[in-house]
Every structure is written in structure tokens, then in C-alpha cells.
């Protein structure tokens, strides 16, 4: 379904994520289908095309801690045809979970992996060349020279 990606619900028993249909999916151990238990991950956790995902509904019985949690998706980016890996930071809840909320979320639109809370880093800004350093000293060298012979 264009638009749509990732849904963590109350299930009436608890924190539940419910993903699309594959190639979506949640990061996930156990049986796949509605056992399946989503993965509880830590900052810098690899998510990749190498982890287990869950279509549909994944159960989220470990994120009713009452702290704040990544979980792995992977979705399909409609877009670009590419299939995306992501996290999602949760703020849960003791007990069922709820209320819940998502703290922070990002994703790989290359569709490389990620870890966990990876973030864009900021392009470094280039440092000049020896090369041009030296041009320009020989410049300013210049300008001194032309100033003291006017």
C-alpha cells in the first residue's frame, strides 16, 4: 500500500508492529507470522538484508518495558523501486506498552544497510592541498614584492 510502511497498534494485550506485505517488513526472531516477536535492538545494531524480517503483524512483547527502544524495518520505497533499511526509536510504556510513541526514526535510501540510530552525517568540508597553499603563499609573496618597488 503506497504511503504506508510501519504501524505499531495496541493489540489489546499489548505493543504490537504491524508491517506491509513483503518485501516490508518488521526486524524480527522466532517463527515468522503472528509469533514472531520483534527484535529489541541497541544503538549501532546492524539492520541488513541478512536479518529475519516479519510481514504483517509481529508481536511486541519486549518493547512493553517502559524505556526507549530501536526496532529494524525494511520497506519498499514506491518512488525509487529500492528497498530501504530503517529503525525506528520507541518510547514505551510498563505494562502493555501504551501509550506509545516514536521518539526519532531514519533510514538508508540506497538501500545499504544501517545501524541502529545512524543518522546523515554532514559532508566534510575539504581541506586545501599543499599545492594550493604554496600558490598562494607564492601570490601574497608576489603582492608583497609589487608593493614595495611602487
Known amino acids: 500500500m503506497v504511503g504506508y510502511d510501519f504501524n505499531p497498534y495496541n493489540n489489546n494485550s499489548g505493543l504490537t508492529f504491524y508491517g506491509a506485505a513483503a518485501p516490508s517488513g518488521i526486524l ?41 527502544e530501536y526496532v529494524g524495518l525494511r ?19 510498563a505494562g502493555n506498552g501504551f501509550p506509545a ?22 559532508a566534510d568540508v575539504p581541506e586545501p592541498t599543499s599545492i594550493a597553499l604554496v600558490g598562494l603563499a607564492l601570490g601574497a609573496l608576489g603582492l608583497s614584492r609589487r608593493r614595495k618597488s611602487a
Open 75 to 93: 520497506f519498499l520505497n514506491e518512488t525509487t523501486g529500492i528497498l530501504n533499511y530503517g529503525w525506528a526509536l520507541i518510547n514505551t510504556t
Open 101 to 122: 510513541s516514536v521518539a526519532a526514526y531514519g533510514y538508508e535510501n540506497t538501500g545499504l544497510s544501517i545501524t541502529a540510530g545512524e543518522t546523515a552525517v554532514a
Open 28 to 68: 524480527a526472531t522466532g517463527t515468522p507470522g503472528t509469533l514472531a516477536q520483534a527484535r529489541v535492538l541497541q544503538f549501532g545494531d546492524l539492520i541488513s538484508s541478512t536479518g529475519q524480517f516479519n510481514q504483517f503483524q509481529t508481536r511486541g512483547d519486549n518493547f512493553q518495558a517502559g524505556r526507549q
